[in-house]
């Protein structure tokens, strides 16, 4: 008997035996090379010569909910609705980016490569990245200090149906001063962009989102809710410059009232 009980407390307990592993065949798929080229070519020669630049980070967030209603409410307007012209924020961000360049020219500039020479630009040729099916363009609209919010959305539209079908120029692709990449219209909140170099700045553009805020009596309201990263170039681009022009940027986009004041 005592034989027995002995034998009986050696056999291993079922949770110390070794797991067995089932391995399900999976199908294994080739790997595959293919050479980088086109845009993609483009886009690692620029981003690579960008990334030698010391970027400046300055994030905030803009209340868009006045912004919002008045793009819902000019959507219907007849002088929209007949020019067939879809007016999306864009024009907005981008026509009130250069009415705060006006303010802040240093953020116009370009540098030279070994950094001894500031240019300030006398156009403001704004560049907005595109997602393509071809990959990253990032064409420009020229001029926008003498255009209107509806000129910009024409030549936006312009622009995105020959960036769509592969088909931009080189003009609309070179001279650009300043850059504005929308990644909210495909998700996110915030981004670091990377500087288009020999440009100074850059704008990165999360989702506007509905969320909770204080009004001014205090009381939870409904807001529209945006996030702006900028990128500076650090060596020519102080923060407290970043941080102001931000700031008119900031109050064009919460009070748009306030863009037909400096509209020239
Ligand atoms: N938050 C919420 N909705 C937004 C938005 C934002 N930040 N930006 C645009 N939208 C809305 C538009 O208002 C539009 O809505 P409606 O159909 O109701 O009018 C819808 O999203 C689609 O907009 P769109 O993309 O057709 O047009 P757009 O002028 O707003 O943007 C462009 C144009 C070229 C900026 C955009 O298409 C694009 O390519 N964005 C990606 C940029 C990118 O890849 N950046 C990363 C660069 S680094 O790799």
């Given at each position: 008997k005592a034989v027995e009980r002995e034998t009986t407390s050696q056999q291993p307990s079922p949770s110390t035996k070794t797991p067995q592993i089932i391995r399900p065949s999976v199908p294994v798929g080739v790997d595959r090379s293919e050479p980088i080229k086109g845009f993609k070519k483009a886009m690692a020669k620029s981003m690579t010569a960008s990334l030698r630049i010391p970027h400046f980070g300055y994030c905030d967030e803009i209340d868009m909910t006045s912004m919002a209603?008045?793009?819902?409410?000019?959507?219907?307007?007849?002088?929209?609705?007949?020019?067939?012209?879809?007016?999306?924020?864009?024009?907005?961000?981008?026509?009130a980016a250069s009415m705060a360049l006006h303010h802040f020219p240093v953020l116009n500039s370009s540098v030279d490569e070994a950094c001894e020479n500031i240019t300030y630009k006398a156009s403001h040729n704004i560049g907005f990245a595109m997602d393509t099916s071809l990959g990253l363009i990032v064409p420009n609209v020229k001029n926008v200090q003498s255009l209107s919010v509806m000129d910009v959305a024409i030549e936006l539209a312009r622009l995105q149906e020959l960036g769509n079908k592969g088909s931009l120029g080189a003009t609309d692709l070179t001279g650009?001063?300043?850059?504005l990449s929308n990644i909210g219209s495909i998700g996110g909140t915030y981004a670091k962009p990377v500087i288009m170099s020999p440009e100074v700045a850059i704008g990165a553009i999360g989702r506007v989102q509905v969320l909770?805020?204080?009004?001014?009596?205090?009381?939870?309201?409904?807001?529209?809710?945006?996030?702006?990263?900028?990128?500076?170039?650090?060596?020519?681009?102080?923060?407290?410059?970043?941080a102001r022009f931000s700031n008119l940027?900031?109050?064009?986009?919460?009070?748009?009232?306030?863009?037909?004041?400096?509209?020239?």
């Amino acid at each position: 008997k005592a034989v027995e009980r002995e034998t009986t407390s050696q056999q291993p307990s079922p949770s110390t035996k070794t797991p067995q592993i089932i391995r399900p065949s999976v199908p294994v798929g080739v790997d595959r090379s293919e050479p980088i080229k086109g845009f993609k070519k483009a886009m690692a020669k620029s981003m690579t010569a960008s990334l030698r630049i010391p970027h400046f980070g300055y994030c905030d967030e803009i209340d868009m909910t006045s912004m919002a209603a008045l793009r819902h409410s000019l959507k219907e307007n007849p002088m929209v609705k007949e020019r067939g012209i879809k007016l999306s924020f864009m024009p907005f961000f981008i026509k009130a980016a250069s009415m705060a360049l006006h303010h802040f020219p240093v953020l116009n500039s370009s540098v030279d490569e070994a950094c001894e020479n500031i240019t300030y630009k006398a156009s403001h040729n704004i560049g907005f990245a595109m997602d393509t099916s071809l990959g990253l363009i990032v064409p420009n609209v020229k001029n926008v200090q003498s255009l209107s919010v509806m000129d910009v959305a024409i030549e936006l539209a312009r622009l995105q149906e020959l960036g769509n079908k592969g088909s931009l120029g080189a003009t609309d692709l070179t001279g650009g001063t300043f850059t504005l990449s929308n990644i909210g219209s495909i998700g996110g909140t915030y981004a670091k962009p990377v500087i288009m170099s020999p440009e100074v700045a850059i704008g990165a553009i999360g989702r506007v989102q509905v969320l909770p805020r204080f009004n001014s009596k205090g009381e939870v309201v409904r807001a529209s809710i945006m996030q702006v990263s900028w990128s500076a170039d650090h060596r020519v681009i102080d923060g407290a410059s970043m941080a102001r022009f931000s700031n008119l940027w900031k109050v064009y986009l919460e009070n748009p009232s306030t863009m037909i004041l400096d509209l020239k």
